[in-house]
């Protein structure tokens, strides 16, 4: 069944057992300050388990407070965090998927600290962030590039950007959020450079390790980053030997409008973004949002629209969702909701561990009585 779902690809020497990778979901189960939790690390070796070929662990942050989401956010900026990271990387990759660490600066949205900074000083949910000086942003590039070997001395197979969500590389690149007049502010060439200082600097710092890019394709808003650029800018990430790039669409800023909200209702709602950046670089493709159904992601592989698919909330909703496709029983799988109002994004949202509220009532009872 699903001849290419199942299919290996190899990624810069690595090879990945079949399509399917977990996509980065952060969920609250770092304990308070980061550290890796016995829930976090129960949490990923079950997603390791499900029989996805790599799993990329949600952001963790280069830059503590500054660049944090929150103070559960993983963290990978100092060496006290290398032996947590160690024992994240060695259960998953016990459970026989690749590991994958994906690390972040949330500028204008770290809310670990009152002082965000970011681009330009432009206002977001209440708060005007500080404008980063020269200084500023060569310290965080050299941030990014340590956070990195710590993923790699910790056993990571791949370390992955994130550019997305609207994070500090999408503030960068975007037209709305970067209104600087410097070099790094003003022509795509230039709003692109801290993004692409960024990738050659970590590069460096790990050698072969292939380092990934969480991608922001397209804004959702009438102002903000759209394809006709993020395709340039993907084109630059190729240039400098990505080993992947996973499309994403949406910030903070758009995921509550209205039609975006509908829009992410439906099986495969970034798909069509994924397609317009592969059709752009030769480079594997990771798309993700909504694959309900194995036939509907072997279809995205088989018409060539994406190479690997990336599920988040669908594993997190059934980790069983591999094998169950695998195996023809996708009748008894666990869907993710699209109704549910974005429960886990509120739960997260109030610094609070999240549950799936469409997980089966055995397996949300035995979850609350370990860790409520
Ligand atoms: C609660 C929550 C946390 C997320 N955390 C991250 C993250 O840490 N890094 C990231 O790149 N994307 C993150 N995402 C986006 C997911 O990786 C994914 O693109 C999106 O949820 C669509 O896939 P899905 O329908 O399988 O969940 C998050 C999404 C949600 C809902």
């Known amino acids: 069944m699903y001849p290419n779902l199942f299919s290996p690809i190899t990624v810069q020497g690595l090879t990945l057992k079949n399509r399917i990778t ?33 799993v990329v662990v949600e952001n963790a942050t280069v830059d503590h407070p500054s660049g944090s989401g929150s103070n559960r956010t993983l963290r990978a900026d100092t060496d006290d965090n290398l032996d947590g990271l160690k024992h994240l990387a060695a259960a998953i990759k016990q459970e026989g998927a690749l590991a994958c660490l994906q690390i972040n600066h949330a500028g204008r949205f770290a809310h670990a600290t009152d002082r965000p900074v970011a681009p330009s000083a432009v206002k977001t949910f209440g708060r005007v962030p500080y404008a980063l000086e020269k200084n500023g942003i060569d310290r965080i590039v050299d941030k990014y590039a340590t956070a990195a070997a710590r993923a790699k001395a910790a056993g990571f197979d791949m370390v992955e950007l994130h550019g997305g969500t609207g994070y500090l590389l999408a503030q960068f690149l975007s037209p709305r959020t970067n209104q600087r007049s410097d070099e790094y502010g003003g022509s795509l060439e230039n709003r692109q450079r801290f993004a692409l200082e960024v990738l050659a600097r970590v590069k460096k710092a790990v050698g072969a390790l292939p380092v990934g890019y969480r991608f922001l394709a397209d ?3 009438p102002d ?6 993020s395709r340039q800018f993907a084109k630059s990430l190729a240039r400098t030997g990505i080993a992947y790039i996973s499309v994403m669409g949406g910030t903070y800023e758009s995921f509550s409008l209205k039609d975006v909200v509908e829009k992410s209702k439906q099986e495969g709602y970034m798909l069509d973004l994924a397609t317009a950046v592969r059709t752009a670089v030769d480079v594997p ?15 995205a592989i088989a018409e060539g629209k994406t190479d690997l698919i990336g599920l988040a909330r669908v594993l997190w909703a059934d980790p069983r969702w591999p094998q169950k496709v695998r195996d023809g029983q996708e ?5 993710c909701n699209p109704d549910c109002g974005d429960a886990c994004m509120h739960m ?14 055995d397996k949300m009872k035995s979850w609350k009585a370990k860790f409520l």
């Open 348 to 361: 997260v949202m109030k610094g609070r561990p999240a549950f799936c509220v469409a997980w089966p009532a």
């Open 224 to 229: 903000g980053l759209q394809l006709t650029e």
């Open 285 to 299: 493709i990771i798309a993700a949002g909504r694959f309900a159904t194995g036939s509907f992601a072997e279809r």
């Open 22 to 54: 977990m996509a980065p979901l952060y969920l609250g189960y770092a304990g308070q300050g980061g550290t890796v939790s016995e829930m976090l690390l129960d949490h990923y070796r079950l997603m390791a388990q499900s029989g996805a070929a790599m």
């Open 331 to 335: 009748g008894s799988i666990t869907h």
């Open 219 to 221: 804004e959702w808003m």
